[in-house]
């Protein structure tokens, strides 16, 4: 993504200099600013420190709404989704006597977009984030007059303003301690979930409140629970025991295949783009390869984001409902005390696969706006070393990143299938926003 | 023989170790890291006698000011006094500096990391400098170097030079993923070659020449800051003399771990005569033991099990996690067991992590697990602090702190008196390597022997060279003896506390201040 990145600023300026004010591209500019904005956004989410799964999707949500509606105002066949999205009231309308540019308002709006759910990032980030405004600015300010660029850079301001008002009442607005409480009551039953980490701040489970979060487009927390698990047990003849051999017997029959497809969908918090914003990443590399408009990359962009919002939001308030106890230590306890995970087990509860949802959720937005078996390679992490993988659908996508958590050592099967299709649910929720009149 | 096995023994006293006492004592010094971006990271401070008295005097890079050399005027017990000195080390853009004697004249030299072209130093005598790169044929890029480290390879009549380096610049507005190449120098007959990329690299900010594993030769470790990297981790290159570096490998039992990699700490702490590693971090910090045997470098994280994790600040009310950069083991109370300095401070202004960070002193305990003090002791400063040292600057015997801040003065705590008995050796041998780099100093105890590697690099980005402490608790004597480089142990010399050593092939001298 850094490449995509250093070519969409080398885009920038080159266009700069060279587009005379009367050959003004307005979809190219719109793409331009959206790609830009949203290169920075997939690093802005491994760079913050409070960025964790549930939280990068809650902004991917917001930000994809201000992306919408930032065009949708202008654009008269577009719906609104206030009304659509619950708690989201009528957003700031034109004038329709003035001359609007859509650039700027795009432009407008994400950057303030990026101050609202970024503003916690480092130096670094806010540099990053200085430099794209400047840059976006004088490329897309370029041929307009004056009143036309204050104008349209106000709309779009007040479209950000009134969705980041609407974020400040959702009750996730605020994460303290990296999500970490600081103080926690355990359950004391086997099946309960432990620490399984040595760092100090995971001796708590991350956001145990987060299902407590105002969804998006799903109408409760609770509007898709998950199928109960089976039955704990530490009985060897138990079918909770056998998921858990099932666990640790693919550890130790794990393919190279099998490593590189946990590694590729680990996307830990802080040293990747996140769950979410890896969905968020394949978007954009689609968008770039196909050549789509704005209006139909942020439609995906937006729908996406909802789903994967509402993902987490659901499948955290079923995490701390099963507070189920992760393969590491129930095969430490009752089948190998030596076994170790190949990837860092996560700090909080098992039930049901945070990555199993939120990409059951984002294969059913997706196919919703792309269709059944659209095929897409994924590129997301070649920065970091990790080869692209191809896939025919979104569903096999899904799939894959569901069980490459039990590649992982980070979940039963039983917590990847329910998951998906809990997620699923929750991801028709989001397919079904009319995005357009 | 036995190591520090028996720290963990039930039987001792498991008293909470003496506490000492620093006063707040600048001295005169009155140097700052200044800066904004660039000099977010680096602002270690370099600690070693430039005017032959044996004291060790201050140097303090300014960042985006002028460094400063600050002369130890210092009586011996008495109140901390330095001097500034014009001595030709003023540059500006000093991101962190190290002492070494490049040229084995037996004056200490000094490298001058910098936002632009790292300057190596050479030493005229009497805290006089002068810019030696092009005698030394060092081509240096404009980089912005934050890491460094030094060596003299078996055989060689020329040190061996690692920088780290950090962001490019180029590349400020959008720096994830930039990193610039690491580099090796070698040389031979008074110049260094051309260097070796360290690819990759992945945004030093410390490195070490460390013998892992007591093989006689050393490695290079790295710690990188896994805010800018992509594909990185920590690092260890393998060192072969007149062989390309290499690194140490998935199959060869390197473990990933990637942190905010930001400064190394190496001393015996495990008791298995091996080097052992605390690495600075955000929130938690590490401490690496060895657990794979003397054969393959595999580490387990003991920090939280020793009590250092120093993950949050324990004073202050802010309960945000820690930032830490500059660590250092020192026995600061004299009482045989090695403690932990951590130097704390936000990165500027980072809204999730402490603003009032203060800085860590860890007493180890009978037990091995650290206590902290800082606060009873007199030394949690609550200003963004960077680089740091512990020495004896008055030359009492009791271990003094200094902390380099952004923005703020340096700040340098003059401990009150020695809490217990202690010696200090200096290391000499003929030839290119006259301070012993890459030295095992021994002490041994009863049957109990601590290994200490004499190094150049580590900390954050800054050094030290000079008098070696040594804690003894009540003990009036202890022994000692030198692996030197290139293996040969010398004798075990027998040295009475309260003393000043210089040791050589030939055995120990007694110097009095």
Redesign the interface.
């Known amino acids: 993504m850094m490449v995509l990145f250093r070519r969409t600023l080398l885009g920038l300026m080159m266009a700069a200099i060279a587009l005379p004010a009367q050959a003004r591209d307005a979809a190219g500019l719109q793409r331009d600013v959206l790609f830009g904005w949203y290169d920075l956004v997939l690093e802005l989410v491994r760079h913050t420190p409070t960025y964790s799964p549930p939280v990068a999707a809650r902004a991917f949500a917001y930000v994809g709404v201000i992306s919408h509606e930032a065009q949708a105002a202008l654009d008269p066949a577009a719906q609104t989704l206030a009304g659509q999205l619950n708690g989201l009231t009528a957003l700031p309308v034109a004038d329709p006597g003035l001359e609007y540019d859509g650039a700027v308002v795009l432009d407008a709006a994400l950057g303030a977009a990026m101050q609202e759910f970024f503003g916690n990032t480092g130096p670094t980030g806010q540099r990053a984030m200085a430099a794209m405004r400047d840059m976006m600015a004088a490329r897309v300010d370029e041929g307009l007059t004056p009143e036309v660029i204050a104008r349209s850079r106000a709309f779009g301001l007040a479209i950000a303003a009134h969705v980041g008002d609407w974020a400040q009442s959702d009750g996730g607005a605020v994460v303290q301690n990296m999500g970490f409480p600081y103080d926690y009551t355990f359950g004391e039953d086997p099946k309960d979930w432990r620490p399984t980490s040595a760092i100090s701040m995971q001796q708590a489970p991350l956001l145990p409140d987060w299902g407590k979060v105002r969804p998006f487009a799903m109408p409760l927390a609770t509007s898709c629970p998950v199928a109960p698990h089976p039955a704990f047990s530490e009985a060897p003849d138990s079918e909770f025991y056998a998921n858990a051999m099932a666990v640790y017997n693919a550890s130790k029959a794990l393919t190279p295949e099998q490593e590189e497809i946990a590694r590729f969908w680990s996307d830990d918090p802080m040293l990747s783009p996140t769950p979410p914003g890896h969905w968020v990443s394949i978007v954009v590399q689609i968008a770039r390869r196909d050549g789509l408009s704005a209006r139909k990359t942020t439609e995906a962009l937006v729908v996406l984001g909802v789903a994967v919002a509402d993902g987490f939001i659901g499948c955290w308030h079923e995490k701390y409902v099963y507070n189920l106890v992760r393969p590491v230590t129930y095969i430490k306890r009752n089948i190998d005390p030596a076994w170790e995970t190949l990837l860092i087990t996560p700090p909080f509860p098992e039930y049901p696969s945070g990555h199993s949802v939120q990409s059951g959720a984002a294969e059913v937005a997706l196919t919703a706006v792309f269709g059944d078996d659209f095929a897409f390679e994924d590129a997301t992490h070649e920065d970091d070393g990790l080869a692209a993988r191809s896939f025919s659908s979104f569903t096999e996508a899904a799939e894959e990143a569901a069980i490459s958590r039990m590649y992982g050592g980070i979940h039963y099967p039983f917590a990847n299938a329910n998951g998906l299709e809990q997620g699923r649910c929750i991801g028709a929720y989001a397919a079904g926003l009319r995005l357009m009149k | 023989m036995k190591f520090w096995a028996l720290i963990f023994l039930p039987s001792m006293a498991l008293a909470e170790p003496a506490v000492p006492v620093f006063l707040a004592e600048t001295g005169g010094v009155t140097a700052a890291y200044e800066g904004d971006?660039y000099f977010?990271v680096g602002g270690g401070p370099a600690v070693f006698d430039c005017n032959g008295d044996r004291k060790p005097d201050l140097y303090v890079p300014g960042g985006a000011a002028p460094g400063s050399l600050w002369v130890n005027e210092s009586p011996v017990g008495g109140a901390l006094a330095f001097a500034r000195v014009t001595s030709g080390v003023e540059l500006d853009n000093v991101t962190g500096a190290y002492p070494l004697d490049i040229d084995g004249d037996g004056a200490l030299d000094l490298v001058l990391m910098r936002l632009g072209q790292t300057q190596l130093m050479r030493a005229l005598g009497g805290c006089k400098f002068e810019a030696a790169n092009d005698l030394w044929g060092f081509d240096a890029p404009a980089d912005w170097t934050t890491a460094f480290a030094a060596t003299f390879e078996l055989g060689a009549d020329w040190p061996t030079l690692a920088f780290g380096a950090y962001i490019d610049q180029a590349?400020?507005?959008?720096?994830?993923?930039?990193c610039t190449d690491n580099l090796l120098y070698r040389g031979t007959a008074g110049r260094f070659a051309a260097p070796l990329p360290l690819t990759p690299s992945h945004c030093a900010l410390s490195m070490l020449f460390t013998d892992w594993n007591g093989s006689g030769l050393p490695s290079l470790r790295v710690s990188n800051d896994?805010?800018?990297y992509?594909?990185g981790q920590e690092q260890m290159w393998h060192l072969e003399p007149g062989a390309m570096p290499r690194l140490w490998t998935k199959e060869e039992g390197w473990a990933r771990l990637?942190i905010w990699g930001m400064g190394i700490a190496s001393a015996d702490i495990s008791g298995d005569g091996l080097p052992d590693y605390f690495l600075t971090s955000?929130?938690?910090n590490k401490l690496q033991v060895l657990k794979g045997g003397a054969e393959v470098p595999v580490y387990s994280?003991i920090?939280?099990k020793r009590g250092v994790?120093a993950?949050?600040p324990y004073v202050g009310g802010d309960?945000?996690?820690s930032t830490a950069w500059h660590a250092q083991f020192g026995d600061v109370n004299n009482d045989g067991r090695l403690d932990l300095y951590v130097v704390k401070g936000n990165?500027?202004?980072?809204?999730?992590?402490a603003a009032m960070d203060p800085n860590n002193l860890l007493l180890q305990g009978a037990d091995g697990v650290f206590v902290e003090v800082g606060d009873r002791a007199g030394v949690a400063s609550m200003n963004i602090g960077r680089g740091g040292a512990i020495v004896d600057f008055n030359l009492d015997g009791a271990l003094d702190l200094v902390a380099v801040n952004r923005w703020e003065g340096v700040e340098i705590w003059r401990q009150e008196a020695a809490l217990g008995h202690w010696v200090q050796v200096a290391l000499h041998q003929p030839g290119a390597n006259r301070d012993a780099i890459g030295a095992v100093l021994e002490v041994r105890r009863g049957d109990q022997v601590e290994r200490r590697e004499v190094t150049v690099g580590g900390g954050h980005a800054g050094g030290q060279l000079g008098w070696l402490h040594i804690g003894l608790g009540d003990a009036e004597a202890v022994d000692v003896r030198v692996i030197w480089p290139g293996g040969v142990a010398g004798d075990w010399l027998a040295l009475t506390a309260g003393g000043f050593y210089d040791l050589t092939p030939a055995g120990a001298a007694l110097w009095a201040p």
């Open positions: 971006y977010m590349a400020s507005a959008f720096p994830w993923g930039s896994r805010e800018y992509k594909g990637r955000m929130a938690d994280d920090a939280g994790t993950h949050r309960a945000r996690p990165v500027a202004e980072m809204p999730d992590f």
